[in-house]
């Protein structure tokens, strides 16, 4: 069943709704990334981090592919940068006004 683009759009906005995977998103800004090297440089348990890769491949925020025993991830579209970099600016700017 194909998702109604709101929902599709609400869906990537939680799933970009967490710290550790605003990390990871932002980690894979440089390129892709096997979950094993993502584990040691965020700093997560490996357990931690496949919950955080599940929800955003489900999103469509991410998409993965096995080569071998490796499971590597990606940005499915750059776009997903330019709605962190909107919202950081926002929020900088929101702080900026409640001082």
């Known amino acids: ?10 869906l ?4 970009l ?8 998103v932002e980690e894979l800004r440089a390129g892709m990334k096997c979950n094993c090297e993502l584990a040691p440089i965020l700093n997560l ?6 919950r955080h890769l599940k929800i955003l491949v489900q999103a469509g925020v991410l998409i993965s592919w096995k080569d071998g025993v490796r499971v590597n991830f990606k940005v499915a ?4 940068f330019s ?4 919202a ?12």
């Not at 709704?17 to 990871?24: D, E, K, L, V, Y």
């Not at 579209?77 to 997903?80: A, F, H, R, T």
């Not at 950081?88 to 001082?99: C, P, Q, Y």
């Open 45 to 50: 348990e490996q357990s931690n981090l496949s």
């Open 17 to 24: 709704a967490h710290p550790n995977r605003i990390r990871i």
């Open 88 to 99: 950081l600016k926002i929020a900088g700017e929101d702080v900026h006004e409640t001082h």
């Open 77 to 80: 579209n750059d776009e997903i």
């Open 1 to 10: 069943m194909k998702r109604q683009p709101i929902n599709q759009q609400a």
């Open 12 to 15: 990537m906005l939680a799933a």
């Open 83 to 86: 709605v962190l970099d909107l």
